[in-house]
């Protein structure tokens, strides 16, 4: 078994692979010790790609799936070296630094190392603005947040893993959310990561870059919001219990003034249904989550999700039932009144959040059920 293999993902990149692949071949060369292969996973180039690596002596590995994360797990699943380190084919990552980082690994027996591009110099124009002051830094700590990270550019895609680890991550992402995924997945299963301050070069002009700025940042956030389903658990269950519990009291006490401030009117209640109709969207947004999750939900998501069929119907005919109940109350109080006078803010907005909050859950258990029900069969 080789000590490293790099991996180049690869898609019409003919005017830089080959200075790439020297660059790569040089840095690591100075360690004589040092077993490693290079690999060019090919995406389905139709220039002058893969002839070029086999001249520079790469192996290629044809990939036909799509994708940027696609050519990287194709490559990585070929890789025979024990650790796999990989960069864009490009020109923009200091491949000077690949002994550097593969040294970082073996010496700190990290499952990953990466090279921060955040923490080095970047050179005028190799990266948008919005990538460098926004995009980065705002997904960066997101994973942080969320995952207990301590990294400082989620987004560099110059890499060395522990193969035997990274095998046991699942990574499944095809686009150029791998990267994210990649950390996630990593940090989720407590894999001991390293980084090493390296920088960023601007690309040959003329190259048009494989990235889409928004449509690849919002794939990166729905991965990392998707990998966190108990984060809108409980946002979700909060906000509907709180706002529920308030929309009863103001139904009870009506108006009042609370420290000069005239609380539990029309105003107050219609905000409470719009948070209350909100906190029902995060949690059942939770809900399908978990359905693709192994992560472990609260015992009342639990037994939504996995509640007999049979208790399902009795359930949803049950919530109907109020419903009606509610709805017929809401009539009675108008024809009461002659169809006129309905006070608003101290019935029609309070039954409505009682009415909507409950109708959106059964329509919500009644989606999940049969979306399970459809992926099981």
């Known amino acids: 078994m080789m000590d490293l293999t790099f991996v180049f993902p690869c898609l019409n990149e003919e005017n830089t692979l080959r200075s790439c692949i020297r660059a790569v071949r040089e840095s690591l060369g100075k360690n004589p010790d040092l077993n490693y292969e290079v690999v060019v996973a090919d995406n389905g180039s139709i220039d002058r790609s893969a002839e070029i690596a086999v001249e520079e002596g790469a192996r290629v590995v044809p990939v036909e799936e799509k994708g940027y ?4 797990r194709g490559g990585i699943a070929a890789a025979d070296g024990k650790y796999v380190m990989f960069a864009d084919a490009d020109s923009t990552y200091l491949y000077e630094d690949s002994l550097r980082l593969y040294e970082a690994a073996i010496e700190n027996d990290s499952d990953m190392a990466i090279a921060s591009r955040m923490t080095g110099v970047i050179e005028d124009g190799a ?3 919005l990538h460098r002051w926004l995009g980065t830094p705002v997904l960066t700590g997101l994973i942080n947040a969320l995952f207990h990270g301590q990294l400082s550019d989620c987004n560099s895609g110059f890499r060395c893993i522990r193969k035997s680890e990274y095998e046991k991550w699942g990574i499944r992402a095809s686009g150029m959310e791998f ?6 997945k990593a940090l989720k299963n407590d894999a001991k990561t390293v980084e090493i301050s390296s920088g960023l070069n601007k690309g040959p002009e003329g190259r ?9 940042g919002m794939r990166h956030l729905l991965f990392i919001l998707s990998e966190r389903p108990r984060l809108f658990e409980f946002i979700g269950i909060f906000l509907v219990t709180v706002c529920s519990l308030l929309q009863l009291v103001a139904l009870i006490v009506g108006p009042i003034n609370l420290l000069g401030l005239n609380v539990f009117d029309m105003h ?8 209350g109709i909100t906190g029902m969207q995060f949690y059942l947004f939770s809900c399908m989550l978990f359905l693709r999750m192994r992560e472990k939900p609260s015992w009342l998501t639990s037994k939504l999700i996995n509640i007999d069929e049979g208790a399902l119907f009795f359930l949803l005919l049950s919530i109907l039932l109020i419903e009606a109940i509610l709805v017929g109350g809401v009539v009675l109080n108008w024809i009461l009144n002659n169809f006129a006078n309905l006070d608003l803010a101290n019935v029609l907005i309070g039954a409505i959040h009682l009415i909507a909050l409950p109708m959106m859950l059964a329509v919500g258990v009644l989606g999940l059920h049969t979306f399970k029900k459809s992926g099981d069969s």
Do not use: Q, Y
């Open 179 to 184: 990267a994210s995924e990649l950390l996630i």
């Open 127 to 129: 990266m948008p603005s």
């Open 69 to 72: 994360g696609a050519a990287l």
């Open 208 to 216: 048009v870059a494989h990235l889409r700025t928004w449509r690849d």
């Open 268 to 275: 107050s209640k219609a905000l409470l249904l719009l948070i």
